[in-house]
């Protein structure tokens, strides 16, 4: 059986879990003081994903570079397929939040989405 510590990001409480886990299955979840900690814990041992945050070149904009995310958590083991993607990616302006910046993004199924506006030059 192998045990393995987390710390909660759940909610603002940050409480510090305990996973106990045999052959690749959670067997129990200790430490949290709600029901978020449990699925964290859970989801974070056995299938971990990530939001990745970025900045995109911007063409013809006021701002030289945009900052954006993932839309949605994306697999760990994506992170660096997703960042090598991105690389050299330049964006006409204008650009609005919630803007798609690169669709289905390193064929995550994932899109990379605006978080600032950029207004035109």
């Known amino acids: 059986m192998e045990t393995r510590n987390l710390t909660c990001i759940g909610c603002p409480l940050g409480c510090a879990l305990s996973v106990e886990i045999d052959e690749g299955k959670v067997v129990r979840v200790s430490g949290n ?3 978020k900690g449990d699925a964290y814990a859970r989801k974070e041992v056995t299938s971990p994903t990530r939001i990745v945050t970025t ?3 911007v063409s013809g904009g006021k701002a030289g570079m945009v900052s954006c995310k993932t839309r949605q958590d994306i697999p760990k ?9 991105l690389a050299g990616v330049v964006v006409p302006a204008p650009v609005k939040i919630g803007d798609v910046l690169v669709a289905d993004v390193a064929g995550c199924g994932v899109d990379i989405v605006a978080t600032k506006d950029v207004e035109v030059i």
């Open 33 to 35: 003081t709600c029901l």
């Open 77 to 85: 083991e994506k992170i660096f397929e997703v960042t090598k993607a």
């Open 55 to 57: 900045t995109l070149r």
